[in-house]
C-alpha cells in the first residue's frame, strides 16, 4: 500500500476535524451616495486642512459651513446673472454674458444633507453638526430664492398627489324591489355607503 495515500484515521473527541475553507464574499461595493458622500467628507476635511489658519472639525462651525459653499462657487456650472446684467430674469438669454458660474441651489442642498450625514457617522454629536444649523438653512434659501429670480425661473415647491378616496354604495336589492319606483332615498337603511381606504 502507497504511503501516500494512507486512510485518515478515527477522529478523536479532542479534533475538530477538517476545517472547510470557504471563499470570503468579496466586499459589497458602496452606492452611488456613499461613494459620493465619501468624496464630499473627504473634501471638507481637505478644505479645512487648508484654511488659513487650519480648522479641527471640533472648532468648525455654521459660518465655515457656509464659507465652504461659497468656496465651491468656483467650481460651478450654472449661470447666475447679476442684477446689472440685460438677461437678469430671462430664462433663456439670446447671447453669452460674463455673469458667474456658481454651484446649483440643488447641488448645494444635497451635499449638505450628505454632509451632516457624514459628520454624525464620524463620530460627531448631532447637537454640534455645523451643517445642521439654522444659519445653513437660511444660506440655502437665500441661493434657492436669489438663483430662481436671476434666472427667470421661480422656485416652486412640487405639490404632492393625494390619492383619491373612492366611495362604493352596496344596495340591498330585496328593500331597492319593495321601493321600486320610490327613487333613491339615501336616508334609507337600505342604502349603506362604505369608505375604501386609498
Same mark, same amino acid.
Given at each position: 500500500? /502507497?504511503?501516500?495515500? @494512507?486512510?485518515?484515521?478515527?477522529?478523536s473527541?479532542g479534533?475538530?476535524g477538517?476545517? +472547510?475553507v470557504?471563499p470570503?464574499?468579496p466586499p459589497?461595493?458602496p452606492?452611488?451616495?456613499?461613494?459620493q458622500k465619501?468624496? /464630499?467628507?473627504?473634501?471638507?476635511?481637505q %478644505?479645512l486642512?487648508?484654511?488659513?489658519?487650519?480648522?479641527s472639525l471640533?472648532?468648525c462651525?455654521?459660518?465655515?459651513? +457656509?464659507?465652504?459653499?461659497?468656496y465651491?462657487d !468656483?467650481?460651478g456650472?450654472?449661470?447666475?446673472?447679476v442684477?446689472?446684467?440685460?438677461?437678469?430674469?430671462h @430664462? @433663456?438669454?439670446p447671447s453669452? $454674458?460674463? $455673469?458667474?458660474?456658481? @454651484?446649483?441651489?440643488?447641488?448645494l442642498d444635497?451635499? +449638505?444633507? =450628505?454632509l =451632516?450625514a457624514a %459628520?454624525e457617522e464620524?463620530?460627531? =454629536?448631532p447637537?454640534s453638526?455645523?451643517?445642521?444649523?439654522?444659519?445653513?438653512?437660511?444660506?440655502?434659501r437665500?441661493?434657492?430664492?436669489? !438663483?430662481?429670480k436671476?434666472?427667470? =425661473?421661480p %422656485?416652486?415647491k412640487k405639490?404632492?398627489? #393625494?390619492?383619491?378616496?373612492?366611495?362604493?354604495?352596496?344596495? /340591498?336589492v330585496?328593500?331597492s #324591489? !319593495?321601493?321600486e319606483g320610490?327613487? $333613491?332615498? +339615501?336616508? /334609507?337603511?337600505? %342604502?349603506?355607503?362604505?369608505?375604501?381606504?386609498p
Open positions: 500500500m /502507497d504511503s501516500g495515500s @494512507q486512510r485518515p484515521g478515527p477522529v473527541e479534533d475538530p477538517p476545517s +472547510i470557504t470570503s464574499s459589497a461595493t452606492s452611488r451616495y456613499e461613494s465619501r468624496r /464630499d467628507w473627504t473634501t471638507f476635511l %478644505y486642512k487648508n484654511h488659513k489658519p487650519p480648522l471640533s472648532r462651525s455654521g459660518a465655515h459651513a +457656509i464659507e465652504f459653499l461659497k465651491l !468656483q467650481f456650472k450654472t449661470k447666475v446673472h442684477a446689472a446684467c440685460p438677461y437678469f430674469g @430664462q @433663456q438669454p453669452p $454674458c460674463a $455673469c458667474p458660474l456658481k @454651484q446649483a441651489w440643488g447641488s444635497a451635499l +449638505i444633507g =450628505r =451632516r %459628520y464620524n463620530g460627531g =454629536r447637537e453638526n455645523p451643517f445642521a444649523v439654522r444659519a445653513v438653512r437660511l444660506y440655502l437665500e441661493v434657492r430664492e436669489s !438663483q430662481a436671476a434666472r427667470g =425661473r %422656485y416652486e405639490k404632492r398627489k #393625494r390619492p383619491t378616496t373612492v366611495t362604493t354604495v352596496r344596495v /340591498d330585496a328593500s #324591489r !319593495q321601493n320610490d327613487g $333613491c332615498n +339615501i336616508g /334609507d337603511p337600505s %342604502y349603506v355607503a362604505e369608505a375604501v381606504p
